[in-house]
């Protein structure tokens, strides 16, 4: 069974482009859930979602930012007009369940020039 | 608001020696303590978690201690070996928010000499 998949594990973006990070969860769960890694700092929340649906964005920028979960294909996390503070390490999770353990994939490294 | 604090912010310990990382929580309703174990260029693996009605959860070398009364928790590290040498997070949660919303303290990094 694969763990969780992220890609691309780097991703250089100029200021004022776009940036489309993808999560394929392991097989079998449902819920997905994105975190951001600042340097030097810990994990922080952003955004829980099972297919098609957004259940929870209380950490997630409120411009900018979007994420999706759709019925096929990865869960994708957007930011648009990226600013060097974008910068970071963005982890995906995954659970079979609701309130189950959250396994991490191995995240990507945004790096705003 | 940082909910959860962590530290020591680094660790350096020698090999066969006892690793100790405290946090401490603001939030009373959380009920859910995980701890993770991250390497670098890797995400967090979950080590091993806590829930509020125990005061203490072995498996093997990995202990975790827990005080309510004084909302803090730790997390042992007993014949500490090179391999060990990761940063280590603590993270809390509640339960009745539908999901486990983790809230991760600053991080740990932890170096076993040889």
């Known amino acids: 069974n694969a763990g969780v998949m992220q890609n691309p594990r780097h991703l250089v973006r100029r200021r004022g482009q776009e940036a489309r990070l993808r999560c394929s969860p392991m097989k079998g769960h449902s819920h997905v859930y994105w975190y951001r890694q600042l340097p030097e700092e810990g994990l922080k929340f952003m955004v829980y979602?099972?297919?098609?649906?957004?259940?929870?964005e209380s950490g997630m920028p409120k411009e900018r930012f979007s994420a999706e979960f759709p019925k096929e294909g990865p869960s994708i996390l957007r930011i648009q007009q990226v600013v060097r503070g974008d910068s970071a390490a963005y982890f995906c999770a995954s659970s079979p369940l609701r309130e189950d353990t959250q396994y991490f994939g191995p995240g990507t490294r945004l790096t705003v020039l | 608001q940082q909910q959860v604090k962590q530290s020591p912010q680094s660790l350096i310990v020698q090999k066969g020696g006892i690793s100790i990382i405290n946090c401490a929580y603001e939030n009373t309703a959380f009920d859910y303590f995980p701890w993770y174990q991250q390497f670098p260029g890797k995400g967090p693996a979950l080590l091993i978690a806590i829930r509020p009605d125990v005061s203490e959860k072995k498996e093997g070398r990995f202990t975790i201690s827990f005080n309510k009364s004084a909302k803090q928790f730790s997390l042992h590290i007993m014949d500490s070996q090179p391999g060990d040498s990761a940063t280590y997070f603590c993270a809390a949660s509640r339960k009745n928010t539908g999901f486990q919303k983790l809230v991760f303290g600053t991080g740990t990094r932890l170096l076993v000499s040889p």
């Open positions: 979602l099972q297919k098609e649906n957004i259940i929870d």
